[in-house]
């Protein structure tokens, strides 16, 4: 089987064509219109990508759901995937420039404001925002790690916050809802070590 590059479009017109492609990877926001709403043949279907020691230095877990996709899952199951984080990054500026108090505003804004953006009526990615993740080789901008040590010392939140995400992505599971909290601790402590 050969790989190729080639744009996304044209690439499910020549799978649902049964043509010479077998298979499209996406990295992109979940739910994907095209696999949303479209019309699928019978065979067509999510692969799974099972989470894995080897994935966790840059992915996250995550799956695809029957009432994201109606039309490729079964009703009330999953297909285990890797989640791809995205991270807000910004240039390191002098201390005592403008530029580096206007950073110091705007993550003072933006973190303050989290749970708000998090609520009904906003994007639900917002729901996924972890403030306190880490990325291998890179330090986080000062102002905002001064920002999130304030937090922490003040009301030791985060746990909170890991269970109420464990919560709601195990939707209603609290065996899930366990699993998942415990998976983010073990994580959590391997990044501190590191």
Same mark, same amino acid.
């Given at each position: ?58 992915? &996250?877990? *995550? ?6 996709? $109606? /039309? ?5 199951? =999953? %297909?285990?995937?890797? @989640? ?25 804004? &933006?973190? *303050? ?6 609520? $009904? /009526? ?5 729901? =996924? %925002?972890?403030?306190? @993740? ?61």
């Amino acid at each position: 089987m050969e790989k190729t590059f080639i744009p996304h479009p044209v690439a499910i017109e020549e799978m649902k064509n049964k043509k010479e492609m077998a298979a499209v990877v996406f990295v992109t926001s979940k739910p994907i219109d095209t696999f949303s709403r479209g019309k699928w043949d019978p065979g067509f279907k999510f692969l799974p990508v099972e989470y894995s020691a080897k994935f966790e230095d840059h992915y &996250l877990p *995550s799956k695809l759901q029957s009432h994201e996709y $109606p /039309g490729l899952i079964r009703e009330h199951e =999953d %297909v285990p995937t890797i @989640a791809v984080p995205t991270i807000l990054a910004a240039y390191n500026w002098p201390k005592n420039s403008e530029r580096y108090r206007r950073l110091d505003r705007f993550i003072d804004r &933006l973190y *303050s404001r989290i749970s708000k953006l998090q609520e $009904p /009526g906003f994007h639900p990615k917002w729901k =996924d %925002v972890n403030l306190q @993740a880490t990325v291998p080789g890179l330090d986080r901008f000062p102002a905002a790690q001064q920002w999130l040590d304030r937090v922490s010392t003040a009301a030791q939140a985060d746990t909170t916050l890991i269970r109420e995400q464990a919560r709601r992505a195990a939707q209603g599971n609290a065996a899930e809802e366990e699993r998942l909290f415990q998976e983010f601790l073990d994580w959590r402590k391997k990044q501190k070590r590191n």
